[in-house]
């Protein structure tokens, strides 16, 4: 596993920082909740959410979650995302991230029977009524690291 405290310190990424993302990781690196409060360095135009910030404030978690809880001999990016905003966000905004232990054991099965496995995760950052702001879709990429080429048809 990687140093618990390092992670612990994105809050203090200069990303989040400046936007004003808080970030709460779980013990267990399974669930990881974000959250941001509109303000001056997160705003747009028009006094909402800056679609960038809310972007932001989903990057890395499943990618992370799946790091942590694969192990070590697995290489994880993220791959591609997709984000449809639904409504103007404002006032405090959040994110919930999770991913289940069958899930994962699921992902690594198919990463050790397969060259690799790429996963598509969603998850809704909602304001302060649970109104879904935006939708956000992540494709991870995730292969075991010896193999080192993927197998020819």
Excluded at 7 to 13: A, R, T
């Amino acid at each position: 596993m990687r140093s618990k405290a390092v992670l612990k310190l994105i809050n203090f990424w200069p990303p989040f920082l400046g936007a004003g993302i808080k970030v709460k990781i779980a013990d267990d690196f399974k669930s990881v909740e974000s959250s941001m409060k509109l303000n001056f360095f997160n705003k747009n135009y028009v006094n909402t959410h800056f679609g960038g910030s809310l972007y932001a404030m989903t990057d890395p978690f499943f990618m992370l979650i799946l790091m942590e809880n694969i192990g070590r001999d697995y290489i994880v990016w993220d791959k591609a995302a997709r984000i449809e905003f639904k409504k103007p966000g404002k006032g405090r905004v959040k994110a919930h991230f999770e991913i289940a232990a069958d899930e994962i054991a699921r992902i690594k099965k198919e990463a050790d029977e397969n060259y690799k496995v790429e996963p598509e995760f969603v998850v809704n950052v909602v304001d302060e009524d649970g109104d879904v702001v935006a939708e956000v879709h992540k494709t991870l990429y995730v292969r075991r690291k010896d193999k080192t080429r993927e197998p020819k048809p």
